[in-house]
């Protein structure tokens, strides 16, 4: 594995970010297995560092903010783009769901390092667990 700084304006392929910071180019051996892209190397920001280093050294905290602002992120309200039929008994979905709130933050979060189940039932008690949800890229 080669490590390079990259000191053009380019985004950090992990969160997105276009500051003009340096970024880390992690470039993949040649007998690397990985999915099929068009680089080969993976561009990394300081923050992105630095998160995965308080992962591998720190006991990470997840706050209950943030579990409800994943799940914004990730979910929205059908009306939101869901095709509805009130003579077929309302929305249509044909591209996946509805998903519970309750069952999809616990699906990917339960038994999570740093999560406790406090933080869960928080999290869960911010969001309409009465509206059936869709996930953003569905619709």
Known sequence: MKLSINKS??????CGDRSEEPKVDVNYPSNAEHLKVDTEYLRICRTCIQRMYNCI????RITSKELVEWFNENYKDPADGVPFESAEGGYQFVNGGPYDAEDEIRGWWANTPGISEDVIEESIDQIDVNTEWVKTDEY
């Not at 304006?9 to 992990?14: I, K, N, P, Q, V």
């Not at 050294?57 to 990470?60: Q, W």
């Open 9 to 14: 304006e380019d985004w950090c392929h992990l």
């Open 57 to 60: 050294h720190f006991e990470v």
